[in-house]
């Protein structure tokens, strides 16, 4: 059986993900380094054995039993949401936990690859030039939804993470311009509103901080500040390991989460942040070459999803720590400290392994 599951388990994909994981936790261990998190990459490192055990596992099963059970799997999905807002643990103001066994569990983790995996089953229901109005609409709403209970813990953040599943798989499954431009309308509508009706004031500060961070370095400026001085300070070839000044005299902020790239910028310098990103390309690659292969429609989808949801946490949390983006609270996968992040991801790509191991299998 065990051999069996190994055999399951696509080497081109795996390989990208676990230097991402070794690289994240030599970041964890500086980041925590003379701190009070200073076991956090060994945390961090027990929840990436229990991820890639999931992999293991999920990888060699039939992915298409996950598609057919995606309506079931999506109610208990939105159900976990609800709970939060009864039985939820509040922390800095935000109530997006549930304690289960001495262990915080974030339920909008692992809703948006529920969301994607019923989105992509109905999808593939019926060719892309049958999706009407109608549908489109119906499909929309299973995204919005659970997009409006997160924005109530809040945690805007995690709420834009589904996006990639309300724009990107019906644009590239085949839906006319006019659609197209609809969904454009529609976000800047919404970002229109959003802004005027949406937005607590943090969060509109935030943005105006980004166009001039400059303006109040000891405020909201502050974390974009010190973030740019770390990546500027890490040159060519960095600093060294557990060597970087803003890392290990703590000017650099939630350095275990947020700006954890900060501190791998700023210890391997440039060649280190072309060395991340370009594992980072080979892993997001690899995912749309095995929904290419994918045998059905819906696989093909959940692939075209993953990569997306990946590619959006890479560009904006990226974007954050240099300037260009504001601060969303996105973290970085493979590297930002985490528990429900980090399983809600490799139970993802646990099937994308399965459509890979599958679509070889005669």
């Not at 055990?53 to 057919?68: C, E, H, Q």
């Not at 049958?130 to 299973?142: C, G, P, R, T």
């Not at 805007?156 to 659609?179: E, T």
């Not at 454009?184 to 961070?213: D, F, S």
Request: aromatic share 8%.
């Amino acid at each position: 059986m065990i051999r069996a599951r190994l055999r399951a388990l696509d080497l081109r994909l795996l390989a990208p993900m676990l230097l991402l994981v070794m690289m994240g936790l030599l970041t964890l261990f500086s980041a925590g380094r003379g701190t009070s998190q200073s076991n956090i990459w060994l945390k961090q490192g027990l929840w990436y054995l229990l991820g890639f055990s999931a992999i293991a596992y999920v990888g060699g099963l039939n992915p298409r039993n996950f598609f057919r059970l995606s309506p079931i799997l999506y109610v208990l999905g939105l159900l976990a949401l609800a709970a939060v807002f009864v039985i939820g643990k509040k922390i800095g103001g935000s109530q997006r936990w549930i304690v289960v066994g001495g262990l915080t569990f974030q339920p909008s983790e692992l809703m948006k690859w529920l969301t994607l995996l019923l989105v992509a089953h109905r999808i593939s229901m019926r060719p892309p030039e049958q999706i009407n109005a109608m549908e489109l609409l119906k499909i929309s709403a299973l995204v919005v939804f659970p997009m409006l209970l997160i924005l109530k813990q809040p945690d805007l953040g995690m709420a834009i993470s589904f996006l990639p599943i309300l724009v990107l798989i019906p644009i590239l499954k085949g839906l006319k311009a006019r659609w197209v431009a609809l969904a454009l309308v529609v976000m800047v509508v919404g970002g229109y509103a959003a802004w005027h009706k949406g937005l607590k004031p943090y969060q509109k500060q935030r943005i105006l901080t980004l166009l001039n961070p400059g303006e109040d370095l000891q405020g909201e400026g502050y974390q974009i500040n010190q973030s740019r001085i770390a990546i500027g300070a890490g040159g060519l070839l960095g600093q060294g390991f557990t060597a970087g000044s803003q890392t290990q005299l703590n000017f650099l902020p939630v350095k275990t989460t947020d700006f954890i790239f900060s501190v791998w910028a700023e210890e391997r310098g440039f060649l280190g942040v072309l060395l991340a990103l370009g594992l980072f390309g080979m892993l997001l690659t690899r995912i749309l070459e095995i929904g290419r292969n994918a045998r059905t429609l819906a696989e093909s989808n959940f692939c075209v999803g993953a990569t997306s949801i990946l590619t959006l946490h890479l560009l904006v949390n990226v974007g954050m720590v240099v300037g260009i983006l504001p601060n969303k609270g996105m973290v970085l996968p493979f590297f930002s400290a985490g528990g429900s992040s980090t399983l809600s991801y490799f139970m993802g790509l646990g099937l994308v392994m399965a459509v890979a191991h599958r679509s070889k299998v005669k």
